[in-house]
Structures are given as C-alpha cells and as structure tokens.
C-alpha cells in the first residue's frame, strides 16, 4: 500500500525493479525525476493512485502484479489473462485483503494505544485520545471556534507518514478532518508540542480514507505555533503564501 506509485514508476519497460528511494532504476545513478516532465508525469501517477485508494489494501508484490497489468493496458500489449474470467474474482480478492489488513492495524493500533497511554505524563480523554504534551505552551486553549496555526506530521502504527505540513497550517480547530484532531487541538496552548495518539473511532473508522487502511490508530505529532481567535475565515480572503488554508484537502 505505501510506495504504490514508486512501485508504479519502478515497472516501467516491463520488468520490477526496486523502489525509488533517493536513486535511480536499477544500478543507474540517474534521478528519475529530474526534469519537469518528469515530475509532472509523476504528479499524473499520483492523482491516478488517490482515485484507486481501494486497492492499498493489497501487499506491495501482489501491487508489483496489479501494475503489470495496468503496463499492459496503457502500451496496448496483448493482454496475459482472459479478462471475462478472472474480473468476477477481483471483488472477492478485495475484501479478502482489505479483511486481513483491517485486523493487522487493528492489533497494531492497540499495542501503540496502549504503549502511549503507559507513557509517563499521558492524558487520557473520555473519547480515548491520548495526549502526550512534549512542550507545555502558554495562553489559552483554542475552542472549536478558534482559528489555528499548526505544523503536524500524521503517521500510521508502523511508522509510516500518511502527510506533512510543509508550511503552518491555518484552520478552523471545528474543521479538522478528524475528531482526534479537533479534540487535540483544544489541549495544546500557543507554543506547545504534542503527541496526539488517537484509535480510529476518532480518525476514520472501519472505511479508512485515501491512503489510511480501515481501522488505523493515528499518531499526530502538533506544534501550535498561534491562536488567532474567532475570526471570519474565507480562504479566498487568505493572501499570505507562507500558510496553508487547505488542510482539509491536503491531510491523507
């Protein structure tokens, strides 16, 4: 599931290679990306993989094959298999593993609950969320009316980051896009750090969403670096270029 459109890129002329991490195909030193073209062929391949998100579930040498597949169709080489045999299959197939990786970060998510909730200085919520503050910050606790400005960094159990912000982002705390983030939000003052564990009944529950597999604990590392008050918040209105208005679209 995570890598899919490097793996994509890596069986390009028809043979799997390993996945691009900082180098080339193969033995070559050469960037793939290197040029604009490139890059944005790469940009076409990412908006192709967020609108087959259904298919993450799927480990990455089952995903080597899928994409020989996909290869084929895009070249117009002969097809391998007859499609009218084995498409009524692919349903079956899915559920198959999206039920096996459903469990997995299940057990995951519970063992990274319960590490944090162990954690020295833990906050346990109500609704489950654990708060770990890294760096106690000063002023008041933004309400769900308020507006924020936040760097984050979400990850799954295992480690892997789902998103990043790669500037502050300015939004309304009632906005978040999950519950976990719009409760953590609210425990973190202005300058403060915090570890926010959250089990999927706050994040996306049983259907996942883009690139979060169903049933993911999430973690989400927050610095809150201001906040702006009750304010009327049309981001059209937003002209500064160094804070990013769009987290709803951007996160997962």
């Not at 299959?89 to 609950?113: H, I, M, N, Q």
């Not at 159990?157 to 409760?183: F, M």
């Not at 953590?184 to 750090?193: E, S, T, W």
């Not at 564990?197 to 706050?202: A, E, K």
Request: aromatic residues 4%; hydrophobic residues 40%.
């Amino acid at each position: 599931m995570r890598g899919l459109l490097l793996i994509a890129l890596s069986v390009v002329r028809g043979r799997p290679l390993e996945r691009l991490r900082g180098g080339g195909w193969g033995s070559s030193k050469a960037d793939p990306l290197a040029t604009d073209e490139a890059k944005t062929l790469y940009a076409m391949g990412c908006s192709v993989g967020r609108q087959i998100g259904d298919l993450t579930c799927l480990p990455p040498t089952e995903i080597d094959t899928l994409l020989i597949g996909v290869r084929d169709v895009l070249t117009r080489t002969t097809l391998q298999v007859e499609l009218s045999e084995y498409m009524p299959k692919a349903a079956e197939l899915l559920k198959a593993r999206s039920a096996e990786e459903s469990a997995r970060f299940a057990k995951e998510g519970e063992e990274v609950l319960a590490a944090a909730v162990a954690t020295p200085s833990a906050q346990v919520t109500e609704s489950g969320l654990v708060v770990r503050m890294l760096s106690e910050g000063k002023g008041d606790f933004p309400t769900a009316s308020d507006t924020v400005r936040f760097n984050f960094e979400g990850r799954l159990p295992d480690g892997t980051v789902i998103d990043i912000s790669t500037k502050p982002v300015e939004i309304v705390v009632s906005a978040a896009p999950t519950r976990g983030l719009q409760e953590g939000l609210q425990h973190i003052r202005p300058g403060g750090k915090a570890i926010l564990t959250m089990p999927s009944s706050l994040g996306f529950g049983d259907k996942g969403q883009s690139v979060i597999p169903p049933m993911a604990t999430l973690v989400f590392e927050i610095e809150l670096l201001a906040n702006l008050g009750p304010k009327a918040f049309p981001a059209s209105a937003v002209q500064d270029d160094d804070v990013d208005t769009s987290v709803e679209d951007d996160v997962y």
